[in-house]
């Protein structure tokens, strides 16, 4: 296992983190005995760095995390969680969450917290609400050690983040098709300049990078001299940038875990040749040309008047067409586009052929039309249905976790 030197904590980090958001399940829970042998097993063999989220596995994650790091194992990692825009809405809820955190990790303190999610409404939200004066308190009393965020929103977005506070790192979804999407390559240099650590996740888009790869795109893995997997060489993309500190794969079954680690222990920063560089942006150019929409994610159509997030619009599209990721596709529309996370809907539909955006696409997509085919496709009665009880477990989520926070509050007093 190879490690790199976060600069702004000192701490060395596994370039390969263990993510708690994919863990194996049974029917609809985690399938405890197998989860925590994986867990074990990569921490044995010198996986140093454990993720979860409140939200993960139903709200389970971090529960079975405080078990699985038992024996001696919660010595042994870094661990790092997220404090969950969407169960704030007080100065006083951002304890009493970190509270209950604590107490599901059976921890005292959280190596690398992390404020959730961060796009432009969630930011404005929990600024204005004081986390970065409660970062400060929380580090000030030994109950976080570092302090970060993870990110899904625009790169404007990203550098006013990352210029308002003395963060320890940031957590960025980047892989070889995303590097104009979200942060992007520009959003991730711009964070390292200024001493982030940066974590990525999302090396594999979800998997959607190493299966069911496109024939036409295997055809040019294939011809590559040296014989990879397609998530090898997509881990090996990661990893040849010196900027990042880590990746987190999403690895849940057990030959990916050996596979993973395997090549975590090879690829080194700057180590691709540029024939293989070529190959990979081949591969990246096939990509694109199959994409059912032709954006690039470059923004430029963006900010919609009307509130509409037509990149992210597309991207759910993309990932239903292209990939046939259909549940992943419906998942990340209910989550980005029907303001589950931030409490403001973005999706389609909210478009009145106002025409502005037509005027910016560099691509020149016929963007009102797009969009008609994004909403026939998601905007059913099921996703409906499905946005509603999300939206109302996470409130049930939210409830619990302060509830419980009291009762610890009353067991202390």
């Known amino acids: 296992m190879q490690y790199r030197t976060i600069e702004k904590t000192g701490d060395t980090v596994s370039v390969l983190g263990f993510g708690a958001m994919r863990l194996p399940t049974k029917g609809a829970v985690i399938d405890e005995p197998r989860a925590m042998r994986q ?61 209950t955190q604590l107490a599901k990790l059976k921890t005292e303190h959280i190596d690398y917290y992390l404020v959730h999610n961060l796009n432009r409404e969630n930011w404005d939200k929990m600024s204005t609400l004081g986390v970065l004066e409660f970062l400060d308190a929380a580090k000030a009393d030994g109950r976080i050690r570092h302090a970060g965020f993870s990110f899904h ?8 983040i990352v210029d308002a506070y003395d963060w320890d790192c940031c957590l960025l979804q980047y892989n070889f098709l995303d590097t104009e ?3 992007g390559t520009e959003g991730l240099k711009y964070a390292a300049r200024k001493g982030l650590g940066i974590m990525v996740m999302e090396p594999l888009r979800g998997g959607a990078l190493a299966g069911n790869v496109p024939p036409s795109v295997q055809e040019i893995w294939d011809s590559a001299p040296v014989k990879r997997s397609p998530a090898e060489w997509a881990l090996r993309w990661v990893w040849d940038h010196p900027e990042v500190a880590l990746l987190l794969s999403g690895m849940n079954d057990e030959d990916h875990i050996k596979e993973n680690m395997r090549v975590a222990d090879e690829a080194k920063p700057n180590s691709l040749s540029e024939e293989e ?38 991207e759910v599209y993309n990932m239903k067409h292209m990939f046939g990721d259909n549940m992943g596709a419906l998942r990340a529309y209910i989550v980005w586009l029907e303001g589950i996370t931030n409490g403001k809907s973005s999706k389609p539909s909210l478009c009145t052929n106002c025409g ?19 909403e026939r496709e998601f905007e059913g009665p099921s996703t409906r249905l499905i946005s509603w009880f999300v939206k109302r477990y996470l409130r049930y989520k939210r409830w619990r976790a302060l509830r419980a926070a009291r009762k610890m509050e009353r067991e202390r007093t």
């Open 356 to 374: 502005q955006c037509l005027d910016h696409c560099p691509q020149e997509l016929d963007i009102p039309r797009l969009l008609d085919d994004v």
């Open 39 to 99: 867990i074990r097993y990569a921490i044995d063999n010198g996986v140093n760095y454990i993720d979860t989220a409140m939200p993960y596995h139903m709200g389970m994650s971090e529960t079975f995390l405080g078990k699985a790091l038992a024996d001696g194992y919660r010595e042994k990692v870094f661990l790092a969680t997220k404090l969950p825009p969407w169960s704030t809405e007080t100065r006083d809820d951002m304890d009493k969450l970190l509270n």
């Open 153 to 160: 929103g625009q790169r404007d977005v990203l550098k006013e």
């Open 277 to 314: 560089r070529e190959i990979i942006d081949r591969v990246r150019q096939k990509y694109r040309e199959l994409t059912a929409i032709g954006c690039t994610g470059c923004q430029y159509c963006m900010p919609c008047p009307q509130g509409v997030d037509i990149p992210a619009c597309f």
């Open 181 to 183: 999407y979200q942060a």
